[in-house]
């Protein structure tokens, strides 16, 4: 009868026993996790109770309905996989409740600590792999495959066994298949399973998906609501092969088709990179698949220092640390070798021969391994910086600006760029960003200003002499610009607009299927397919002819000229100062190398860090093979901080996240989304916001809210988290404190950040209770000033005339920043001393660059006139670290006998 109960059970549809739903889960892989521990508390129930039939099968009745919600997902995972899910149901119709606890207890243990990455077994009873690949004395690297084919079940194994015949002992990668049979699954499995790494897709196959897609629809809303057109399309295999690419382009590309090469359409031979036939021999696809795998793994550079380091060398040239030398055999300095080990000085050198090759003019594994970072971040160049990003965007600055061009400038921006525009002697136009004045900070540049400012110029009659737009994606705080509608509008107007987009910090989103639209190098290579087609040239041939095109770019003129600057050692692994410099720039071979390579000579070192140049390609590697799932973990982690920090009472009672909505104005978010959780609503669907909306915000990026705790940003920052619980932080406000995560951040790392807020917050309970009346009203008036009385955020003002054109806002910074190095030509003044002089009507001009940290930009500029809304927020300011000011003498101020020269 129990028997009977068994398979009855594990046939019939049951509601989920959950009475959680979907929406409090980020992503399906926290749903899978949380679904395989109830399976494993179902199991662990067996042990516990009687023999009764009525109490065993209550138990059986719930172990089975959470089987059926994992086969929802797990059909997306070769591992477990519905094989071993079937496999389990197997055990458990025949009662062998044991035996079903131990499965379960291995598969949930191999699945969260990662083990089946090494040793995957083939059934629920075997120790190892049947085949003894895994006996070997390597220790291969696993992933996974899709199938795409619409075969049964029994034809989809045969493929895998026949598949894993082909396997070797000294293969240095090894395979199992994830097999599905339509769009929306192949689609699915994208979504869900980062283990892919190669696609392997049938040339025609059913669109709509079998099985039900309740549960997980939330996770992937916008890809399930794919076209009409590929429903009906004959060649439905082209068209997910071009999702594909636009999904996950790291992935290796198959098509197995029995049309003729003359017959497929040009879309095949791009997209997929390599086509077999169906009645072919398994053998080349496997061995492409390898290969794949193997070209993304290669690591020139670091394979080559690696090689050197083991070189027998004598060292009769610069660098005595060179191989250790002057470390080991010290008696001063030896703990230095202890700290660091042997390796690192043996891969030190000052050698451009032996293998190695040189940054300067690279023509052997350097440029190779530039090309594959170049293929890995979708640029048409890519070029590394081993001192920072700052040096990278003085490079691109000097390389593309000549003296007088004039520049629209995030007035926000890293202090390297305007540093760039005074040795470069560009005229910078600086773009005031939206206020957020309750938190003391500024968001992004609104589109409307730099349409604005290019506008003067065009009325003007000088909209020639507009080089380059500058701006920050994404900001300190998080803020990111919708990037291609940005491009296309500016381009509208100057269509050979040169674009410097300093994404220091957003160098991971490349990687996230859903934050990739709104880099450079994707935005740019969508708007040159778009205007390169002959839809969009007719469509503007037809608008033209109506008098209607003027909102978009004329495709006979339009140039895209993108560059991006990233920090890599910031998001992503590399060792400190790593960046890179991406390039999309039609024209880069004719106009910019030239020029690009003189200034990438002078700004880069001779003796570049070897260290720091094989650590970006080590990144590389490491972002085309796992960089999808590395960045889904670590927006997954700052989910989980908003989350906990929501739900828990004592944080809220001194703590807030501030929201899409605090930093994000409405008009600048048309979808109308608010935030990525609340306590009441569980979690948000993002895509619709990071498609659209002017302004999106970085998940990655925390502002935590403290104004109710009387403490400023940097008090918090320097007394409580670091001298207390050794807590870094990204950056601070008046009120805020900006945390954020990245491809390293761990769970236990979330979990001390909000066990080290919650002790913060009982100190303050302790601290508060203790305050004698005085003491509490002046508690009182440090919130009020924090909540309430925030300064005045100034915009910038204008420049001196002694420094601008009569006609257009833009200044000539070079000059003025030279004129200060004379001495006779300044004079300082206090605040007290400034704010006499307004009064009287003296236009006060700063000499330098006055920058206090946070914000963290000028506040002003060498040639800007100080006005009051400048001098009040200077004076408001409770920050301790301001450059170029000193608090004895005041501010560097030109004279006005020099200003009132010609």
Known sequence: MIKNERSDALKKEVRPASRNTYREYYNVSEYRTKLWYALKDCADGYEQVSNQNEERADLLKTTCTAIKELEEIERYWAFPGMRRLNQLKEVLERGEYKAFTHAVHELVRMLVSRAYYHDVPETLNSEIDEDGVFESQKDPHYFEVLFVNDADDDDQ??????????????????????????????????????????????????????????????????????????????TIGIYLGEKVRELRPELDLFLVTDLSVDKLPEQALDHFRNI??????????????????????????????????KRPTGVFHAMPIS?????????????????????????????????????????????????????????????????????????????????????LVDRDCHKSHHYGLVLCGARPVYLDSYHLQKYSMFGGVPLKEIKDRLLEFKNAGRLNEVRMCLLTNCTFDGIVYN??????????????????????????????????????????????????????????????????????????????????????????????????????????????????????????????????????????????????????????????????????????????ILSVEDLIPAEMRKSGFQRYYSKDEGWSNMTIEWKRDEFVLDPTKINLYIGRTGIDGDTFKKEYLMNQFGIQVNKTSRNTVLFMT???????????????????????????????????????????????????????????????NASTPEGNIREAFFLAYEHENCESLRMDECEKALKKGREIVSASFVIPYPPGFPILVPGQVMNRDILNFMKELDVTEIHSYNAELGFRVFKDALLAQS
């Open 276 to 309: 077999f036939y169906r009645q072919e021999d398994l053998t080349d696809l496997h061995l492409n698949i390898l290969k794949g795998i193997d070209e993304r793994f290669e690591t020139p550079f670091y394979n080559a220092l690696v090689q050197f380091s």
């Open 323 to 407: 191989r250790g030398n002057s470390i080991f055999k010290s008696n001063w300095i030896r703990e230095m070798g202890d700290f660091y080990g042997k390796n690192i000085f043996l891969a030190e050198t000052s050698a451009t021969t032996g293998g190695l090759d040189s940054l300067l003019q690279p023509t052997g594994p350097l440029k190779k391994a530039q090309q594959m970072a170049s293929r890995a971040f979708g640029s048409k160049q890519t070029f590394f910086v081993t001192n920072g990003t700052s040096t990278a965007n003085k490079i691109v600055v000097q390389a593309l600006l000549h003296p007088g061009d004039v520049v």
């Open 742 to 804: 990245n491809i390293g951040t761990t769970r236990s790392s979330v979990a001390k950040l909000t066990g080290v807020l919650m002790k913060i917050a009982h100190q303050l309970d302790a601290r508060i209770e203790a305050f004698s009346s005085q003491e509490a009203k002046l508690h009182e008036v440090k919130v009020l000033n924090f909540t309430k009385k925030q300064p005045a955020l100034p915009n910038f003002s204008f420049f001196h005339a002694r420094f601008r």
């Open 483 to 656: 990037v291609e509608q940005v491009m296309e509008e500016v381009l509208a107007i100057k269509p050979d607009m040169i674009f410097l987009w300093d994404e220091a910090w957003f160098g991971y989103a490349r990687f996230s299927t859903l934050f990739r639209r709104r880099t450079a190098m994707s935005a740019a290579a969508r708007l040159q397919a778009r205007y390169r087609s002959e839809e969009y040239r007719e469509n503007y041939a037809k608008l033209a002819a109506k008098g209607k095109a003027g909102a978009l770019p004329n495709p006979e003129e339009v140039k895209i000229r993108v560059y991006a600057t990233q920090s890599t050692h910031k998001t992503l692994t590399s060792l400190r100062q790593g960046s890179m410099i991406h390039i999309y720039d039609e024209q880069f071979a004719q106009k910019v190398e030239g020029s690009f390579v003189e200034a990438y000579m002078t700004h880069t070192s001779t003796s570049p860090s070897y260290q720091i140049l094989a650590s970006l390609d080590m990144g590389r590697r490491q972002v085309e093979l796992e960089g999808n799932e590395l960045v889904e973990r670590s927006v997954e982690r700052a989910m989980m901080l908003r989350v906990k920090i929501a739900n828990t009472p004592i944080l809220r009672k001194y703590f807030d």
């Open 157 to 234: 194994e045969e493929l895998r066994k026949q598949l894993r015949a082909l396997r070797s002992k000294h293969d240095d990668f090894v395979y199992d298949i994830v097999a599905v049979r339509t769009f929306q699954e192949a689609l699915l499995a994208l979504n869900f399973n980062h283990n892919i790494q190669t696609c392997v897709v049938r040339y025609s196959f059913p669109f709509k998906s079998e099985g039900s897609l309740k549960n997980v629809r939330q996770f992937v809303a916008s890809w399930l609501t794919e076209t009409v057109e590929a429903k009906r399309s004959s």
